[in-house]
């Protein structure tokens, strides 16, 4: 009888321990969503690893309309583009029926195989879409055509001001517009901590900043930190945006090569968070490290805009003020582009018998009406000056500090290659960190990056962009061109 | 003359059935097995992103072969492997042994020994994460309130001890699995053996030794070969606790392997199945060609005892 009950008991815990795995799978892609609170879904990578299968919308079409399937991947926003499709499939004023399906999880490669299959939907969220993949292989139609003849879609959206080279635009065809946009990197800090320390403000010269986050440090005595870095690409949240903001890129333009030289004096001064202990010792997950700022456990954490949701619904900050500021440059002067991510936008498929009807829910999902109600409510910034005039900021609440910077903007996606070993960004943390020599780190990547690149090229792989014009501030402007050799 | 073919025939029937009894697996087998398998190498002398595949000829192959990230990850591998079967064998036995003496609550540990087995992987690296973080760790604290340690040491954040936590946290996951392997293994041992054993004056050392040991030796041979097996394929844990970190410290080849095939979150390169399939051929020849040292070594110690 014991030995039964024992057995019930130890049952009764394994399941229980199991449900509680589940349980905890469940928080993380609640976790995950609210990550993408604010921000677009397709440059935060490295946070970006939403939980769930597919859910489809479960009303019925009415009779005589013709139904367009939507697929996103975009889970963060649901409420509202939900709702709007209700709205909109209510009133039925076009003869449409949106039905909207999100799939947060593989979805490059459920499109491609729904696509391959028959099945694909009319409509797709593109902003996570490469184009060398989406629209190189002609699953996506340029929608040039349709943007022409269509004013009041330019006057809202922009278009041909924010296309950006690689990312929605290739050889002049356009295959989907923006409608929002993530901010470049900013210092979030604890304003307590700072100026405890005797600062009134974050210097804006990467050396002064490195000074202020160790006098946070010696200040903090061990219990409090000037700065934390998280494991989730660390080199991408703070040196690598300081490298841009001075001018220095990891792809030559002019030349069509990479080039990684210019990132010696980052490494170096960025060593000194580590050397001198002044870094927050642990590098943990983002949500972890974000956790530890709101406890105020270190004064200066770096990301984008989609902090402003972070601190103050996810994770909110109560105990301290915090504040936002640019990225600190190695001279305290700007000779560079600070990278933003341009987000939300839509494409159609090019296997859709209904293209003209995919055009009018695109034309919805990019009205006055349904970005206005999308950006107040604080899922991205205004990519379009006509709709940043539009919008009531005092609803967008701590997302106005992350307005856009005048030297803001969207660098041209750097030819993708087949690379072997690591990544130019695991290098130079591990460089930063000093487990690598710096020079050792430069040559070996310029090598890795030039080999993969000239040989993807020989083999047709990819194409060797070429800006003659190149300009650092304004990396989209110049003259592009595509070189097969 | 005329019963021989009624014998033929009735074995042709009884192939027939057999066949057609056989038929679901074998369609199973090849679809989920045998093709996946040879889809890998269709690839491996192409670029492939998932989308579009270009033929490279001979040079994913000489990629490898200079592809230190690799190699590098093959030596961890090695590493990592070695530490945990050196740990988690013997504990595991010691585990089973003690739990099969029938002392009272035996079951209930018996119990909570296995239960890391059934949590998921991610789950308790995140766990462990935590555990073993540098300030506020709950390991920290206990050394340090137990005076083994003066300062906290960065288990996941040093080169140093690294491999000595995921370790730990390997044996820590696998520890109750390899027990109920012995546990299994000694209920089909003869009682009269011991009673006998017992009746010779034998101590429980020498029951052991003497006993217990050489009887479970086949079992000792399948579950070392399962270890080492997955061992060497270990990843998942490694991938949540330390990313391969710090400094590609903890990266083992699976997990580089992972990398490459799916694209790893913070990388600027695109999705490399067809490099990635000829980096798992090169890794199954590895687990291969250990597992069969392994094998010819183990029967060799039996011709021996």
Known sequence: MKKKLISMMLTAAMVASLCACGGDDSASSNTDNTQNTGGDASAANSEEQPAGGQETQEAQAPEGATTIEVWTNDRHDLEYVESMIDQYNQSNADGIFINLSVITEDYQNMLALAYNGGTA????????????????????????????????????????????????????????????????????????????????????????????????????????????????????????????????????????????????????????????????????????????????????????????????????????????????????????????????????????????????????????????????????????????????????????????????????????????????????????????????????????????????????????????????????????????? | MQKTNKGKMKISRDGLVAGLMLTPALIFLIVCSIYPFIWIFRYICYDYNGFTATFTGTRNITRMLGDKTFWNSVGHTFEYAAYKLIFIIPLSLLMAVLLNMRMKGSNLFRGMYFMPTIISTSISGMIFAFIFATKNGIANSILMDMGVIDSPIKWLMSRDWVMVTVTIMAIWGGLGNYMLYFTTGMNGLSEDVYESAKIDGANGVQTFFRITLPMLSPVLKVVLMLAITSAFKDYEAIMVLSKGGPGNRSMVMFLYIYNLIFGATDSTSQAQIGYGALLSIMAALIVGTVTIIYNIVAKKLDDVV
């Open chain 1, 121 to 485: 939907p009319d409509v797709v969220g593109a902003n996570s879409l490469p184009l060398n993949t989406f629209a190189d292989t002609g699953i996506l139609d340029p929608l040039n055509e349709y943007i022409d003849a269509d004013e009041t879609f330019q006057k809202v959206n922009e278009p041909y001001e924010h296309a950006y080279e690689g990312l929605n635009l290739r050889n002049g065809n356009i295959y989907g517009v923006y409608s929002g946009m993530r901010s470049g990197v900013r210092v979030e800090y604890n304003k307590d901590l700072v100026e405890a320390a005797g600062y009134t403000e974050i210097p804006t010269k990467l050396e002064d900043y490195i000074d202020m986050a160790k006098a946070i440090t010696e200040q903090g005595g061990g219990d409090t930190y000037g700065i934390g870095f998280t494991s989730s690409s660390p080199f991408e949240r703070l040196l690598e945006m300081s490298a841009q903001v001075s001018g220095v890129f990891y792809y030559d333009y002019v030349n069509g090569k990479y080039d990684f030289s210019g990132y010696r004096e980052i490494l170096e001064l960025g060593q000194r968070f580590i050397s001198e202990d002044i870094a927050y010792p642990d590098q943990q997950a983002v949500d972890n490290m974000r956790a530890l700022f709101a406890e105020g456990q270190f004064a200066l954490w770096s990301n984008a805009s989609q902090e402003a949701a972070v601190f103050t619904d996810q994770i909110p900050v109560k105990d301290f003020e915090w504040g936002v500021a640019p990225v600190p440059s190695v001279t305290g002067e700007i000779k560079g582009a600070l990278q933003t991510t341009p987000s939300k936008s839509w494409g159609i498929v090019s296997s859709s018998e209904k293209k003209d009807q995919a055009w009018k829910v695109i034309q919805y999902f990019q009205s006055e009406e349904f970005i206005k109600g999308y950006l107040e409510n604080g899922y991205c910034l205004p990519i379009s000056t006509y709709m940043d005039g539009v919008i009531d900021k005092s609803k967008i609440g701590r997302l106005a500090d992350f307005s856009m910077l005048e030297y803001e903007s969207v660098y041209p996606q750097p030819p993708v290659i087949n690379l072997t070993g690591d990544d130019y960004r695991v290098v130079f943390w591990n460089a930063v960190m000093d487990y690598v020599d710096i020079d050792d780190a430069i040559e070996d990547l310029s090598t890795r990056y030039n080999e993969a690149l000239d040989a993807d090229v020989a083999s047709g792989a990819t194409k060797r962009l070429v800006i003659s014009d190149y300009d650092p501030l304004h990396p989209n402007n110049g003259t592009m061109t595509y070189l097969e050799e």
